[in-house]
């Protein structure tokens, strides 16, 4: 029998395609020469006359799936850098450690390799986790903060209060690391807001074996370092103006989460509600968030005396 034609790897080919023509190079940086290497996505040509901009990605294939739709608004005002974190893509390290520290000193360490001494960033889920930590621990390269549905203000004792769908980590493994169609659906039934249910199930296996196995303990590893002894009383107040986007409906990391976030940041961050969207936004969702993005980024720093008298926006 014929095997199910595989559309993650010629979209990944496209994707390649894509970045390249939009003016985006693939680097790879060895860090330090120990045993850490890095994949980004960065300029072809530097251009001095604009501001820098970083994606982080979340849990994914790379960064190059995640944010393809977002280069291609932000190519034409930004210095783009596009990073894999350790264990997506092409980076990868023989180190144990698995905390988002330090994969925010190994994306510092790429950024400090190209030139770029300030930027703003901007963070999704898993990856908001590593762009507030690169915010902490390097205050003087993060200009900007851009948050998306990260739960970073979650305290290990969260899940056992009944915060989560998930009662123990095993379980919340088994539905973001997906091994079978079966674990896909249910992925997809958590992550969006009245998803579509009708991707094939030869799709879903094609995505699952092209992302492979081969970093499913380092990921787990990951998961369980986000949660592990987490407590607010340990989460930095990083003083960079701050935009925390949240989904409505994040099943994932609960609303409540982004609230407890933006009183964390007493004043310096604002908070923007994206109505009927879950954790994973769809197409519409996405254009709204590009636009609030864009306003936070282009516009002049945000003062924190302006950033207090900003009120919750919910969009409508």
């Given amino acids: 029998m014929a095997e199910c034609f595989s559309f993650s790897g010629t979209y990944d080919r496209w994707l390649r395609f894509s970045y390249s023509w939009m003016g985006l190079k693939s680097t790879t940086t060895d860090l330090s020469g120990d045993g ?57 390290t023989n180190r144990p450690e698995r905390t988002e520290q330090f994969q925010a000193q190994c994306v510092a360490g790429v950024l400090k390799a190209e030139g770029v001494r300030k930027t703003a960033v901007v963070g999704a889920s898993y990856g908001g986790f590593v762009a507030y930590s690169l ?13 998306w549905g990260a739960g970073v203000c979650m305290e290990e004792k969260d899940m056992e209060d009944g915060m989560f769908q998930v009662k123990s980590m095993d379980e919340a493994v088994s539905i973001m690391l997906p091994q079978t169609p079966e674990k896909m659906k249910e992925l997809i039934k958590v992550v969006f ?27 787990t590893g990951l ?30 990391f609960p609303m409540e989460l ?3 976030l933006k009183r964390h940041l007493e004043g310096t961050a604002q908070l923007v509600v994206i109505k009927d969207c879950g954790h994973a936004p769809n197409g519409r969702d996405m254009k709204e968030i590009y636009e609030h993005m864009k306003s936070f980024l282009v516009d002049p720093l945000l003062s924190p005396k302006k950033a207090n008298q900003t009120k919750d926006q919910k969009v409508h």
């Fill in 193 to 219: 807001y009245k998803p579509v249910m009708t991707i094939p199930t030869c799709f879903m296996q094609d995505f699952i074996d092209f992302m492979g196995t081969e970093h499913l303990q380092e990921w």
């Fill in 223 to 252: 998961l369980n370092a986000l949660h592990k002894d987490r407590k607010m009383s340990n989460l930095p107040k990083i003083t960079q103006p701050t935009l925390i986007i949240w989904g409505e409906y994040d099943r994932l």
């Fill in 135 to 147: 915010a902490a621990q390097f205050p003087e390269m993060v200009e900007k903060l851009v948050l």
């Fill in 36 to 92: 850490t290497v890095m994949h980004c996505w960065v300029p072809k040509t530097y251009r001095p006359n604009k501001p820098n901009l970083l994606l982080v990605h979340g849990l994914g294939a790379s960064g190059m799936w995640q944010w393809n739709a977002f280069v291609s608004r932000f190519i034409e005002r930004f210095n783009v850098y596009v990073p894999d974190l350790l264990f997506f893509g092409d980076s990868y």
């Fill in 258 to 260: 982004g609230h407890r």
